[in-house]
């Protein structure tokens, strides 16, 4: 139990952090976190040590993918649409499908361009800073254009 005791201390920052930044919203992030620790305590005895920061980051990198899923279909469950996707509006589904956007990009443009949110009430929300918001924002849009003419 000490072991790990121990690798949760050295590691809880970083995957925390990484977990923030997947999602940008505290709540989650810790959730990530703990269901990421969690997962280490029930299978330590399998996990070599040295390969344990990268374990950790893809354990937590796949639950904030399981959580954008969740969103998305809480999204639209929330609004009433149809659970067919060419009945889903294009903007979500072009943002939600897109393959070059980070979980950072997806959130910012869904709350900026499908929820209305402003870049003040992002920041206040999702705990980022203004230009931290503002350069995830040209960024992704600057893919999007990008995959749009090479879908064209």
Known sequence: MGNFEELYRKHVQSVYRFALSCVGRIDIAEDIASETF?????????????????????????????????QAVELRYAQGLPDSRGEAPPLELW????????????????????????????????GLTDAQVKGHL???LQLLRKSYKGEA
């Open 38 to 70: 969690l997962a280490l305590y029930r299978n330590l005895e399998q996990i070599d040590e040295s390969q344990l920061p990268g374990w950790l980051i893809a354990v937590a990198r796949n639950r904030a993918r399981s959580f954008w899923r969740h």
């Open 95 to 126: 943002i939600l499908e897109s393959k070059d956007l980070k979980p950072i990009h997806r959130m910012c443009l869904m709350l900026r361009y499908v929820q209305g949110m402003s870049r003040g009430e992002i920041v206040a929300h999702t």
């Open 138 to 140: 040209q960024y992704a």
